[in-house]
Protein backbone atom coordinates (compact mmCIF):
# COMPACT_ATOMS: atom_id res chain seq x y z
CA UNK A 1 0.00 0.00 0.00
CA UNK A 2 1.20 3.18 -0.93
CA UNK A 3 3.06 5.78 1.79
CA UNK A 4 1.26 9.28 0.56
CA UNK A 5 3.52 11.39 2.55
CA UNK A 6 6.46 9.91 0.10
CA UNK A 7 5.31 10.61 -2.86
CA UNK A 8 5.93 14.14 -3.14
CA UNK A 9 3.15 14.48 -6.19
CA UNK A 10 0.41 12.46 -3.74
CA UNK A 11 1.49 14.49 -0.94
CA UNK A 12 1.01 17.92 -2.40
CA UNK A 13 -2.46 16.37 -3.50
CA UNK A 14 -3.45 15.46 -0.25
CA UNK A 15 -2.68 18.37 1.30
CA UNK A 16 -4.95 20.19 -0.89
CA UNK A 17 -7.72 18.19 -0.43
CA UNK A 18 -7.21 18.79 3.20
CA UNK A 19 -7.89 22.54 2.80
CA UNK A 20 -10.44 20.86 0.55
CA UNK A 21 -12.17 19.58 2.87
CA UNK A 22 -11.81 22.51 5.78
CA UNK A 23 -14.01 24.75 3.11
CA UNK A 24 -16.67 22.11 2.00
CA UNK A 25 -17.08 21.95 6.40
CA UNK A 26 -16.98 26.05 6.77
CA UNK A 27 -19.87 25.99 4.14
CA UNK A 28 -22.07 23.65 6.27
CA UNK A 29 -21.08 24.59 9.96
CA UNK A 30 -20.10 28.66 9.49
CA UNK A 31 -18.94 28.57 13.03
CA UNK A 32 -16.13 26.19 12.50
CA UNK A 33 -12.91 26.91 13.03
CA UNK A 34 -9.81 24.32 12.31
CA UNK A 35 -6.70 23.42 14.13
CA UNK A 36 -3.95 21.49 11.47
CA UNK A 37 -4.91 19.70 8.55
CA UNK A 38 -1.58 17.70 7.76
CA UNK A 39 -0.58 15.14 5.72
CA UNK A 40 0.21 11.34 6.62
CA UNK A 41 1.23 7.94 5.23
CA UNK A 42 -2.67 7.05 4.73
CA UNK A 43 -3.85 10.49 3.40
CA UNK A 44 -4.60 13.64 5.59
CA UNK A 45 -6.62 14.61 8.28
CA UNK A 46 -7.80 17.91 9.46
CA UNK A 47 -8.59 18.53 13.37
CA UNK A 48 -11.75 20.74 13.72
CA UNK A 49 -14.05 22.27 15.97
CA UNK A 50 -17.73 22.31 15.69
CA UNK A 51 -18.58 23.16 18.95
CA UNK A 52 -21.20 21.19 20.31
CA UNK A 53 -21.96 19.29 17.05
CA UNK A 54 -20.52 15.83 16.77
CA UNK A 55 -19.69 14.07 13.65
CA UNK A 56 -21.60 10.73 12.54
CA UNK A 57 -22.03 8.37 9.91
CA UNK A 58 -24.87 10.71 8.43
CA UNK A 59 -22.45 13.67 8.12
CA UNK A 60 -20.01 12.24 5.93
CA UNK A 61 -21.50 12.03 2.42
CA UNK A 62 -23.40 15.62 3.25
CA UNK A 63 -19.60 16.64 3.46
CA UNK A 64 -18.13 14.85 0.70
CA UNK A 65 -21.18 15.77 -1.59
CA UNK A 66 -20.29 19.58 -0.48
CA UNK A 67 -16.28 19.04 -1.60
CA UNK A 68 -17.60 17.53 -4.98
CA UNK A 69 -19.33 20.66 -5.46
CA UNK A 70 -16.29 22.89 -4.85
CA UNK A 71 -14.11 21.15 -6.91
CA UNK A 72 -16.53 20.66 -9.52
CA UNK A 73 -16.54 24.83 -9.35
CA UNK A 74 -12.76 24.64 -10.33
CA UNK A 75 -11.46 27.82 -8.68
CA UNK A 76 -7.82 28.48 -8.38
CA UNK A 77 -5.66 28.08 -5.11
CA UNK A 78 -3.56 31.00 -4.84
CA UNK A 79 -0.86 31.51 -2.41
CA UNK A 80 -0.09 35.03 -0.94
CA UNK A 81 2.49 36.02 1.49
CA UNK A 82 1.70 37.87 4.64
CA UNK A 83 3.85 39.77 7.43
CA UNK A 84 2.99 38.19 11.10
CA UNK A 85 0.73 41.40 11.83
CA UNK A 86 -1.22 40.67 8.75
CA UNK A 87 -2.04 36.90 9.85
CA UNK A 88 -2.84 38.11 13.43
CA UNK A 89 -5.73 40.47 11.75
CA UNK A 90 -6.84 37.86 9.26
CA UNK A 91 -7.33 35.34 11.67
CA UNK A 92 -8.57 37.54 14.80
CA UNK A 93 -11.52 35.80 15.76
CA UNK A 94 -9.79 32.03 15.51
CA UNK A 95 -8.03 30.91 18.86
CA UNK A 96 -6.08 27.74 16.92
CA UNK A 97 -4.91 29.64 13.90
CA UNK A 98 -3.54 32.57 16.74
CA UNK A 99 -1.95 29.78 18.62
CA UNK A 100 -0.12 28.89 15.30
CA UNK A 101 0.84 31.94 14.77
CA UNK A 102 2.21 33.21 17.95
CA UNK A 103 4.35 30.56 18.23
CA UNK A 104 5.66 31.17 15.14
CA UNK A 105 9.74 32.27 15.01
CA UNK A 106 10.06 36.02 15.53
CA UNK A 107 12.58 35.84 12.31
CA UNK A 108 9.17 34.55 10.17
CA UNK A 109 7.97 37.62 9.24
CA UNK A 110 6.63 36.44 5.97
CA UNK A 111 4.06 34.02 6.12
CA UNK A 112 2.19 32.12 3.60
CA UNK A 113 -1.60 31.58 3.12
CA UNK A 114 -3.44 29.80 0.03
CA UNK A 115 -6.81 31.19 -1.10
CA UNK A 116 -9.49 29.18 -2.72
CA UNK A 117 -12.67 30.81 -3.86
CA UNK A 118 -14.20 31.97 -0.19
CA UNK A 119 -11.83 30.15 1.58
CA UNK A 120 -8.40 31.32 2.85
CA UNK A 121 -6.27 28.95 5.42
CA UNK A 122 -2.20 29.49 7.03
CA UNK A 123 0.17 26.95 5.04
CA UNK A 124 3.44 26.48 4.16
CA UNK A 125 2.45 24.44 1.32
CA UNK A 126 2.82 23.66 -1.73
CA UNK A 127 -0.72 22.70 -3.21
CA UNK A 128 -1.86 21.80 -6.49
CA UNK A 129 -3.22 25.07 -9.16
CA UNK A 130 -6.47 24.31 -8.97
CA UNK A 131 -9.54 22.10 -7.13
CA UNK A 132 -10.26 21.01 -9.74
CA UNK A 133 -7.45 18.47 -9.59
CA UNK A 134 -9.30 17.36 -6.25
CA UNK A 135 -11.97 15.57 -7.82
CA UNK A 136 -11.27 11.61 -6.67
CA UNK A 137 -11.50 11.51 -2.63
CA UNK A 138 -12.92 9.63 -0.11
CA UNK A 139 -13.59 10.57 3.58
CA UNK A 140 -12.40 7.60 5.39
CA UNK A 141 -13.12 7.69 8.88
CA UNK A 142 -13.48 10.68 12.18
CA UNK A 143 -12.34 10.30 15.46
CA UNK A 144 -11.99 12.75 18.58
CA UNK A 145 -8.16 14.50 19.08
CA UNK A 146 -7.21 16.79 21.96
CA UNK A 147 -6.23 19.85 21.14
CA UNK A 148 -2.02 20.01 20.57
CA UNK A 149 -2.60 16.25 21.89
CA UNK A 150 -3.07 17.21 25.08
CA UNK A 151 -6.21 15.59 27.53
CA UNK A 152 -6.57 19.26 29.48
CA UNK A 153 -7.66 20.87 25.89
CA UNK A 154 -10.86 20.88 24.24
CA UNK A 155 -11.61 17.66 21.83
CA UNK A 156 -11.37 18.76 18.53
CA UNK A 157 -13.58 16.55 15.55
CA UNK A 158 -10.41 14.45 13.21
CA UNK A 159 -12.13 13.93 9.69
CA UNK A 160 -9.49 11.68 7.67
CA UNK A 161 -9.62 11.20 3.93
CA UNK A 162 -7.70 10.44 0.63
CA UNK A 163 -6.96 11.70 -2.18
CA UNK A 164 -5.86 10.74 -5.89
CA UNK A 165 -5.12 11.55 -9.28
CA UNK A 166 -7.78 9.28 -10.96
CA UNK A 167 -10.96 7.37 -9.92
CA UNK A 168 -9.58 3.70 -10.89
CA UNK A 169 -6.01 4.87 -8.30
CA UNK A 170 -8.59 5.81 -6.02
CA UNK A 171 -10.81 2.82 -6.33
CA UNK A 172 -7.81 0.83 -6.18
CA UNK A 173 -6.33 2.24 -3.02
CA UNK A 174 -10.26 1.54 -1.25
CA UNK A 175 -9.88 -1.78 -2.14
CA UNK A 176 -6.71 -2.59 -0.53
CA UNK A 177 -8.10 -0.97 2.66
CA UNK A 178 -10.67 -3.18 2.93
CA UNK A 179 -8.55 -6.07 2.33
CA UNK A 180 -6.23 -4.89 4.53
CA UNK A 181 -9.08 -4.96 7.44
CA UNK A 182 -9.95 -8.45 6.49
CA UNK A 183 -5.88 -8.90 7.31
CA UNK A 184 -5.78 -7.18 10.69
CA UNK A 185 -4.34 -9.70 12.61
CA UNK A 186 -5.65 -8.34 15.45
CA UNK A 187 -9.42 -8.98 14.00
CA UNK A 188 -8.10 -11.73 13.09
CA UNK A 189 -6.90 -13.00 16.60
CA UNK A 190 -9.81 -12.18 18.05
CA UNK A 191 -12.09 -13.67 15.67
CA UNK A 192 -10.36 -17.63 15.92
CA UNK A 193 -9.32 -16.52 19.67
CA UNK A 194 -5.80 -16.63 19.45
CA UNK A 195 -4.70 -13.57 22.07
CA UNK A 196 -6.59 -10.83 24.08
CA UNK A 197 -5.66 -7.85 25.80
CA UNK A 198 -7.16 -6.34 28.74
CA UNK A 199 -6.96 -2.96 30.46
CA UNK A 200 -6.13 -4.70 33.91
CA UNK A 201 -3.07 -6.09 32.36
CA UNK A 202 -2.20 -3.02 30.35
CA UNK A 203 -1.39 -1.45 27.41
CA UNK A 204 1.12 -3.72 24.97
CA UNK A 205 0.57 -6.55 26.71
CA UNK A 206 -0.75 -9.31 25.10
CA UNK A 207 -2.40 -12.58 26.73
CA UNK A 208 -1.61 -16.00 24.32
CA UNK A 209 -5.12 -18.29 24.56
CA UNK A 210 -4.87 -21.88 23.95
CA UNK A 211 -5.47 -21.52 20.62
CA UNK A 212 -2.81 -18.84 20.16
CA UNK A 213 -0.68 -20.86 22.84
CA UNK A 214 -0.60 -23.79 20.33
CA UNK A 215 0.52 -21.85 17.49
CA UNK A 216 3.65 -20.29 19.48
CA UNK A 217 4.71 -23.59 20.91
CA UNK A 218 4.69 -25.12 17.02
CA UNK A 219 6.65 -21.98 16.20
CA UNK A 220 9.11 -22.64 19.09
CA UNK A 221 9.70 -26.25 18.25
CA UNK A 222 10.21 -25.69 14.92
CA UNK A 223 12.84 -23.41 15.30
CA UNK A 224 14.02 -25.06 18.35
CA UNK A 225 14.80 -28.48 16.17
CA UNK A 226 16.81 -26.11 13.83
CA UNK A 227 18.74 -24.48 16.01
CA UNK A 228 19.43 -27.78 17.88
CA UNK A 229 20.98 -29.67 14.91
CA UNK A 230 23.24 -26.39 14.56
CA UNK A 231 24.91 -26.84 17.88
CA UNK A 232 22.84 -24.47 19.77
CA UNK A 233 22.10 -24.81 23.38
CA UNK A 234 19.40 -23.43 25.28
CA UNK A 235 19.22 -21.67 28.39
CA UNK A 236 17.11 -20.25 30.65
CA UNK A 237 17.29 -16.59 32.34
CA UNK A 238 15.71 -14.34 34.66
CA UNK A 239 13.11 -11.59 33.18
CA UNK A 240 15.05 -8.68 35.76
CA UNK A 241 18.89 -8.08 35.73
CA UNK A 242 19.90 -5.41 38.24
CA UNK A 243 20.60 -1.80 37.20
CA UNK A 244 24.78 -2.32 37.68
CA UNK A 245 24.38 -5.44 34.68
CA UNK A 246 22.75 -2.83 32.20
CA UNK A 247 25.52 -0.18 32.86
CA UNK A 248 28.12 -2.86 32.70
CA UNK A 249 26.79 -3.52 28.66
CA UNK A 250 26.38 0.00 28.06
CA UNK A 251 22.83 -0.61 27.64
CA UNK A 252 21.89 2.00 30.33
CA UNK A 253 23.57 5.06 28.79
CA UNK A 254 22.21 3.96 25.27
CA UNK A 255 19.11 2.50 25.67
CA UNK A 256 17.28 3.88 29.14
CA UNK A 257 14.38 5.48 27.84
CA UNK A 258 13.34 1.98 25.69
CA UNK A 259 13.22 0.36 29.64
CA UNK A 260 10.86 0.00 32.39
CA UNK A 261 11.73 2.01 35.01
CA UNK A 262 13.78 0.20 37.65
CA UNK A 263 12.72 -1.03 40.65
CA UNK A 264 14.01 -0.86 44.44
CA UNK A 265 14.30 -4.22 45.97
CA UNK A 266 16.47 -4.30 49.90
CA UNK A 267 19.90 -3.59 48.51
CA UNK A 268 19.62 -4.10 45.29
CA UNK A 269 17.66 -2.59 42.11
CA UNK A 270 16.62 -4.21 39.41
CA UNK A 271 14.65 -3.22 36.07
CA UNK A 272 12.61 -5.59 33.42
CA UNK A 273 15.17 -6.63 30.88
CA UNK A 274 14.68 -5.02 27.68
CA UNK A 275 17.22 -8.04 25.49
CA UNK A 276 18.77 -11.04 27.08
CA UNK A 277 22.82 -10.54 25.58
CA UNK A 278 23.60 -9.18 28.87
CA UNK A 279 22.40 -12.35 30.87
CA UNK A 280 24.42 -14.24 28.05
CA UNK A 281 27.39 -12.79 28.42
CA UNK A 282 27.29 -14.57 32.53
CA UNK A 283 26.37 -17.64 30.84
CA UNK A 284 29.73 -17.81 28.71
CA UNK A 285 31.62 -16.65 31.36
CA UNK A 286 30.27 -19.19 33.89
CA UNK A 287 33.34 -21.10 32.63
CA UNK A 288 36.72 -20.99 30.52
CA UNK A 289 36.45 -22.35 27.01
CA UNK A 290 39.34 -23.41 24.98
CA UNK A 291 39.92 -21.87 21.10
CA UNK A 292 38.68 -25.52 20.56
CA UNK A 293 35.45 -24.69 22.12
CA UNK A 294 34.71 -22.08 19.72
CA UNK A 295 31.84 -21.53 18.54
CA UNK A 296 30.04 -21.41 21.07
CA UNK A 297 25.68 -21.22 20.42
CA UNK A 298 23.53 -19.98 23.35
CA UNK A 299 19.65 -19.83 22.63
CA UNK A 300 16.86 -19.23 24.40
CA UNK A 301 12.89 -18.03 23.88
CA UNK A 302 13.37 -15.10 26.00
CA UNK A 303 10.33 -12.61 27.57
CA UNK A 304 11.86 -9.41 27.28
CA UNK A 305 9.94 -5.79 27.73
CA UNK A 306 10.15 -2.73 26.01
CA UNK A 307 8.44 0.97 26.65
CA UNK A 308 6.21 1.66 23.91
CA UNK A 309 4.75 4.82 23.49
CA UNK A 310 0.59 4.26 23.87
CA UNK A 311 -0.03 5.25 21.11
CA UNK A 312 2.66 2.74 19.18
CA UNK A 313 1.24 -0.72 20.74
CA UNK A 314 -1.02 -2.75 17.91
CA UNK A 315 -1.71 -6.12 18.79
CA UNK A 316 0.91 -8.76 18.38
CA UNK A 317 2.61 -6.79 16.34
CA UNK A 318 3.90 -3.40 18.49
CA UNK A 319 4.20 -4.67 22.00
CA UNK A 320 5.76 -4.15 25.22
CA UNK A 321 5.93 -7.73 26.98
CA UNK A 322 7.29 -9.94 23.92
CA UNK A 323 8.74 -13.20 23.44
CA UNK A 324 12.27 -13.14 21.55
CA UNK A 325 14.30 -16.32 19.49
CA UNK A 326 17.12 -15.12 20.86
CA UNK A 327 20.89 -16.54 20.58
CA UNK A 328 24.03 -15.22 20.89
CA UNK A 329 27.19 -17.00 18.89
CA UNK A 330 30.60 -16.54 20.45
CA UNK A 331 33.01 -16.93 18.14
CA UNK A 332 37.02 -16.22 17.07
CA UNK A 333 37.45 -13.69 14.85
CA UNK A 334 38.53 -16.63 12.02
CA UNK A 335 35.54 -18.18 12.59
CA UNK A 336 33.23 -14.81 11.83
CA UNK A 337 32.44 -15.36 8.55
CA UNK A 338 31.45 -18.67 8.98
CA UNK A 339 29.14 -18.03 11.60
CA UNK A 340 27.63 -15.28 9.70
CA UNK A 341 27.09 -17.53 6.69
CA UNK A 342 25.27 -20.30 8.39
CA UNK A 343 23.19 -17.46 10.05
CA UNK A 344 22.24 -15.94 6.70
CA UNK A 345 21.40 -19.61 5.63
CA UNK A 346 19.23 -20.54 8.36
CA UNK A 347 17.40 -17.65 7.72
CA UNK A 348 16.57 -18.44 3.96
CA UNK A 349 16.08 -21.99 5.19
CA UNK A 350 13.34 -20.72 7.27
CA UNK A 351 11.36 -18.46 4.82
CA UNK A 352 11.70 -21.31 2.35
CA UNK A 353 9.18 -22.67 4.71
CA UNK A 354 7.32 -20.30 5.57
CA UNK A 355 7.06 -19.14 1.75
CA UNK A 356 8.02 -15.43 2.36
CA UNK A 357 9.42 -14.14 -0.78
CA UNK A 358 9.34 -10.91 -0.99
CA UNK A 359 12.51 -9.22 1.44
CA UNK A 360 15.50 -7.40 1.44
CA UNK A 361 18.80 -7.42 3.07
CA UNK A 362 20.02 -4.29 5.17
CA UNK A 363 23.17 -4.07 6.42
CA UNK A 364 23.15 -0.88 9.04
CA UNK A 365 26.59 0.70 9.60
CA UNK A 366 28.05 3.56 11.79
CA UNK A 367 27.92 7.07 11.02
CA UNK A 368 31.89 7.55 11.00
CA UNK A 369 30.72 11.44 11.96
CA UNK A 370 28.81 10.42 15.11
CA UNK A 371 30.93 9.37 18.29
CA UNK A 372 28.49 9.37 20.78
CA UNK A 373 25.95 7.21 19.29
CA UNK A 374 29.13 4.49 18.71
CA UNK A 375 31.61 3.13 20.37
CA UNK A 376 34.51 5.11 19.77
CA UNK A 377 37.18 2.41 17.73
CA UNK A 378 37.37 2.96 13.99
CA UNK A 379 39.84 -0.27 13.86
CA UNK A 380 36.97 -2.76 15.21
CA UNK A 381 33.96 -0.88 13.01
CA UNK A 382 36.42 -1.31 9.77
CA UNK A 383 36.76 -4.63 10.37
CA UNK A 384 33.47 -5.53 11.69
CA UNK A 385 31.67 -4.01 8.51
CA UNK A 386 33.92 -5.88 6.25
CA UNK A 387 33.13 -9.03 7.16
CA UNK A 388 29.58 -8.67 6.98
CA UNK A 389 29.83 -7.07 3.38
CA UNK A 390 32.23 -10.15 2.31
CA UNK A 391 29.71 -12.87 3.25
CA UNK A 392 26.76 -10.89 1.59
CA UNK A 393 28.77 -10.21 -1.60
CA UNK A 394 29.92 -14.37 -1.29
CA UNK A 395 26.32 -15.30 -0.95
CA UNK A 396 24.94 -13.13 -4.33
CA UNK A 397 22.38 -11.74 -2.31
CA UNK A 398 21.26 -7.92 -3.06
CA UNK A 399 21.37 -5.34 -0.16
CA UNK A 400 21.82 -1.75 0.77
CA UNK A 401 23.36 -0.08 3.42
CA UNK A 402 21.79 2.12 6.02
CA UNK A 403 24.41 4.41 7.58
CA UNK A 404 23.75 5.48 11.09
CA UNK A 405 21.76 2.54 11.59
CA UNK A 406 23.83 0.00 13.54
CA UNK A 407 23.80 -0.72 17.24
CA UNK A 408 25.64 1.22 19.37
CA UNK A 409 27.97 -1.96 19.44
CA UNK A 410 28.52 -2.76 16.24
CA UNK A 411 27.02 -3.22 12.78
CA UNK A 412 23.90 -5.78 11.54
CA UNK A 413 21.81 -7.29 9.02
CA UNK A 414 18.78 -6.86 9.18
CA UNK A 415 15.82 -8.48 7.04
CA UNK A 416 12.96 -6.21 6.01
CA UNK A 417 9.78 -8.14 4.64
CA UNK A 418 7.22 -6.62 2.74
CA UNK A 419 3.45 -8.17 4.01
CA UNK A 420 0.39 -8.32 1.85
CA UNK A 421 -0.45 -4.65 3.61
CA UNK A 422 1.08 -2.25 5.08
CA UNK A 423 5.03 -0.85 5.73
CA UNK A 424 7.91 -3.02 5.47
CA UNK A 425 8.67 -5.00 8.85
CA UNK A 426 12.12 -6.26 10.15
CA UNK A 427 11.57 -10.05 11.13
CA UNK A 428 15.14 -11.33 11.16
CA UNK A 429 18.45 -9.52 12.48
CA UNK A 430 21.97 -10.61 13.19
CA UNK A 431 24.68 -8.07 14.58
CA UNK A 432 28.34 -8.23 15.18
CA UNK A 433 29.70 -7.39 18.17
CA UNK A 434 33.37 -6.57 19.42
CA UNK A 435 32.16 -4.24 22.20
CA UNK A 436 30.50 -6.45 24.75
CA UNK A 437 32.60 -9.16 25.38
CA UNK A 438 34.95 -6.62 26.67
CA UNK A 439 32.65 -5.01 28.51
CA UNK A 440 31.86 -8.59 31.06
CA UNK A 441 35.85 -9.38 30.33
CA UNK A 442 35.46 -12.70 28.28
CA UNK A 443 37.85 -14.38 26.98
CA UNK A 444 39.28 -18.25 25.46
CA UNK A 445 42.68 -19.60 25.76
CA UNK A 446 44.20 -19.47 22.26
CA UNK A 447 46.03 -22.38 21.17
CA UNK A 448 49.75 -20.72 22.21
CA UNK A 449 48.06 -20.14 26.23
CA UNK A 450 47.61 -16.50 25.29
CA UNK A 451 44.09 -15.33 26.62
CA UNK A 452 41.56 -13.95 23.36
CA UNK A 453 38.64 -12.25 23.22
CA UNK A 454 35.45 -13.67 21.80
CA UNK A 455 33.18 -12.13 18.90
CA UNK A 456 29.50 -12.13 19.27
CA UNK A 457 26.93 -12.58 17.00
CA UNK A 458 23.61 -11.45 18.50
CA UNK A 459 20.60 -13.03 15.77
CA UNK A 460 17.00 -13.55 16.64
CA UNK A 461 15.53 -15.45 13.45
CA UNK A 462 11.81 -14.92 13.38
CA UNK A 463 12.37 -11.71 15.33
CA UNK A 464 9.50 -11.97 18.27
CA UNK A 465 7.46 -14.72 18.13
CA UNK A 466 4.68 -11.81 18.29
CA UNK A 467 5.27 -10.22 15.55
CA UNK A 468 6.38 -13.11 13.61
CA UNK A 469 2.78 -14.70 14.35
CA UNK A 470 0.60 -11.03 13.84
CA UNK A 471 3.19 -11.66 10.27
CA UNK A 472 1.71 -14.51 9.13
CA UNK A 473 -1.95 -14.23 10.73
CA UNK A 474 -2.08 -11.61 8.17
CA UNK A 475 -0.24 -12.98 5.39
CA UNK A 476 -2.57 -15.98 5.25
CA UNK A 477 -5.64 -14.33 6.59
CA UNK A 478 -5.42 -16.46 9.54
CA UNK A 479 -5.99 -19.65 7.10
CA UNK A 480 -2.45 -21.27 8.46
CA UNK A 481 -1.11 -24.29 7.53
CA UNK A 482 -1.85 -27.45 8.75
CA UNK A 483 0.77 -28.16 11.05
CA UNK A 484 0.30 -24.30 12.49
CA UNK A 485 -3.43 -24.60 13.46
CA UNK A 486 -4.84 -24.87 16.64
CA UNK A 487 -7.66 -26.92 15.19
CA UNK A 488 -6.76 -29.35 12.33
CA UNK A 489 -9.19 -31.50 11.31
CA UNK A 490 -12.95 -31.13 12.84
CA UNK A 491 -14.87 -34.18 12.34
CA UNK A 492 -18.67 -33.65 11.48
CA UNK A 493 -21.37 -36.74 12.43
CA UNK A 494 -23.98 -36.56 9.98
CA UNK A 495 -26.52 -38.32 12.05
CA UNK A 496 -25.51 -38.48 15.51
CA UNK A 497 -27.97 -41.15 16.35
CA UNK A 498 -26.45 -43.58 13.59
CA UNK A 499 -22.60 -41.96 13.28
CA UNK A 500 -21.23 -40.97 16.44
CA UNK A 501 -19.59 -44.04 17.41
CA UNK A 502 -17.28 -43.81 14.48
CA UNK A 503 -16.50 -40.32 14.87
CA UNK A 504 -15.49 -40.66 18.30
CA UNK A 505 -13.57 -44.14 17.22
CA UNK A 506 -11.58 -42.19 14.47
CA UNK A 507 -10.92 -39.25 16.85
CA UNK A 508 -9.33 -41.67 19.40
CA UNK A 509 -6.86 -42.87 16.24
CA UNK A 510 -5.78 -39.53 15.37
CA UNK A 511 -3.89 -38.27 18.87
CA UNK A 512 -1.18 -37.43 16.93
CA UNK A 513 -3.08 -34.38 15.65
CA UNK A 514 -5.57 -31.68 17.29
CA UNK A 515 -9.02 -32.89 16.04
CA UNK A 516 -12.33 -31.50 17.27
CA UNK A 517 -15.81 -33.28 16.95
CA UNK A 518 -18.91 -31.76 16.67
CA UNK A 519 -21.53 -33.23 18.03
CA UNK A 520 -23.89 -30.46 18.88
CA UNK A 521 -27.44 -31.05 17.07
CA UNK A 522 -26.79 -28.25 14.17
CA UNK A 523 -28.04 -28.76 10.99
CA UNK A 524 -25.40 -29.79 8.69
CA UNK A 525 -25.14 -26.99 7.26
CA UNK A 526 -24.12 -24.84 10.00
CA UNK A 527 -21.85 -27.26 11.05
CA UNK A 528 -19.96 -26.91 7.77
CA UNK A 529 -20.18 -22.86 7.47
CA UNK A 530 -19.32 -23.23 11.49
CA UNK A 531 -15.72 -25.39 10.30
CA UNK A 532 -14.89 -22.68 7.35
CA UNK A 533 -15.41 -19.47 9.69
CA UNK A 534 -12.68 -21.13 12.09
CA UNK A 535 -10.55 -21.84 9.22
CA UNK A 536 -10.00 -25.40 10.20
CA UNK A 537 -8.02 -26.83 7.41
CA UNK A 538 -9.62 -30.19 6.88
CA UNK A 539 -13.44 -30.83 7.37
CA UNK A 540 -14.69 -34.28 8.41
CA UNK A 541 -18.19 -35.18 7.17
CA UNK A 542 -19.04 -38.73 8.10
CA UNK A 543 -22.17 -40.39 7.15
CA UNK A 544 -23.66 -43.58 6.54
CA UNK A 545 -21.73 -43.99 3.20
CA UNK A 546 -18.12 -43.94 5.30
CA UNK A 547 -19.61 -46.53 8.41
CA UNK A 548 -20.37 -48.88 5.67
CA UNK A 549 -17.28 -48.84 3.93
CA UNK A 550 -14.85 -47.79 6.52
CA UNK A 551 -13.75 -44.50 4.96
CA UNK A 552 -13.32 -41.61 5.31
CA UNK A 553 -14.84 -38.02 3.55
CA UNK A 554 -13.22 -34.63 3.77
CA UNK A 555 -13.32 -31.11 2.50
CA UNK A 556 -10.50 -28.99 2.53
CA UNK A 557 -11.09 -25.46 3.65
CA UNK A 558 -11.90 -22.77 0.99
CA UNK A 559 -12.79 -26.11 -1.68
CA UNK A 560 -16.48 -27.19 -1.84
CA UNK A 561 -15.24 -31.17 -3.31
CA UNK A 562 -15.76 -33.81 -1.24
CA UNK A 563 -12.71 -36.40 -1.27
CA UNK A 564 -13.59 -39.94 -0.01
CA UNK A 565 -10.43 -42.15 1.13
CA UNK A 566 -9.50 -45.16 3.24
CA UNK A 567 -7.96 -44.44 6.78
CA UNK A 568 -4.87 -45.82 5.58
CA UNK A 569 -4.65 -42.71 2.77
CA UNK A 570 -5.78 -40.35 5.34
CA UNK A 571 -2.99 -41.13 7.56
CA UNK A 572 -0.81 -41.01 4.83
CA UNK A 573 -2.04 -37.86 3.87
CA UNK A 574 -1.68 -36.06 6.89
CA UNK A 575 1.53 -37.28 7.70
CA UNK A 576 2.81 -36.01 4.63
CA UNK A 577 1.43 -32.40 4.91
CA UNK A 578 2.90 -31.99 8.56
CA UNK A 579 6.30 -33.63 6.97
CA UNK A 580 6.07 -31.03 4.01
CA UNK A 581 5.27 -28.11 6.20
CA UNK A 582 1.75 -28.03 3.63
Not at 58 to 78: C, L, Y
Not at 314 to 343: S, T, Y
Not at 553 to 580: A, W
Amino acid sequence: MINIKEDEHLSRLNHSCAHLLAQAVKHLYPEAKFWVGPVIEEGFYYDIDLGDKVITEEDIPIIEKEMKKIAKDGKRIVRREISKSEALEMFKDDPYKLDLIDRMDEKETIISCYTQGDFTDLCRGPHVDSVKELKHFKLLKFSGAYFKGDAKNKMLQRIYGICFDTEEDLNKHLQELEDAKTRDHRKIGKDLDIFMSHDLVGKGMPLWLPNGAIIRKELENYIYKKEQKLGYKHVYTPCVGTVDLYKTSGHWDHYKENMFPSMKVDDEEFVLRPMNCPHHMLVYGNDIHSYRDLPIRIGEFATDFRYEASGAVKGLERVRCMCQNDAHLFVRPDQIGDEFRKVVELILDVYHDFGIKNYKFRLSLRDKEDKEKYFDDDKMWDEAESKLRNVLNDLGLNYYEAIGEAAFYGPKLDVEVKPAVGPEVTLSTCQLDFLLPRRFDLSYIDKDGSKKIPVVLHRAIFGTFDRFTAFLLEETKGILPLWLSPIQINIIPVNNEYHLDYCENLKASLLNYRVTLDDSDEKLSYKMRESSIKKIPITVIIGQKEVDNNTISYRLLGNNDTITVTKDEFYQYLEGRIINKD
